[in-house]
Nanobody, 121 residues
Framework: QVQLVESGGGLVQAGGSLRVSCVVSGDASLLKAIDWYRWFRQTPGKERELVAGQTKMGTENYADSMKGRVTIWRDNGKNTVTLQMNSLKPEDTGVYYC????????????WGQGTQVTVSS
């Protein structure tokens, strides 16, 4: 089993910054097979959308709407994945989910429970 636990959400004013973190734990062999770590966001009435991701090799990708405002990084020693968000906008409000994926013919996704981020105008 693999567990992901997010933390760091909260309420922030527009233009502010927030950092959310995710601790990834579980069976060592399963953790070793994970090759992609991502953050998603979901708002009411919308599908879950990718915010940022980083592969095991360090390649990063960001949603166009978030480029220049967010940074993702991993701390391998602590098994954490962190998302730093700056210049937040009200439309960034949503539940942010941490995801760990084992890619392949049949990808396996692990999800956290989500953390609420609310940006007030």
């Amino acid at each position: 089993q693999v567990q992901l636990v997010e933390s760091g959400g909260g309420l922030v004013q527009a233009g502010g910054s927030l950092r959310v973190s995710c601790v990834v734990s579980g069976d060592a062999s399963l953790l070793k097979a994970i090759d992609w770590y991502r953050w998603f966001r979901q708002t009411p009435g919308k599908e879950r959308e990718l915010v940022a991701g980083q592969t095991k090799m360090g390649t990063e990708n960001y949603a166009d709407s978030m480029k220049g405002r967010v940074t993702i990084w991993r701390d391998n020693g602590k098994n954490t994945v962190t998302l730093q968000m700056n210049s937040l906008k009200p439309e960034d409000t949503g539940v942010y989910y941490c995801n760990a994926r084992r890619s392949g013919v049949t990808p396996i996704d692990y999800w956290g429970q989500g953390t609420q981020v609310t940006v007030s105008s």
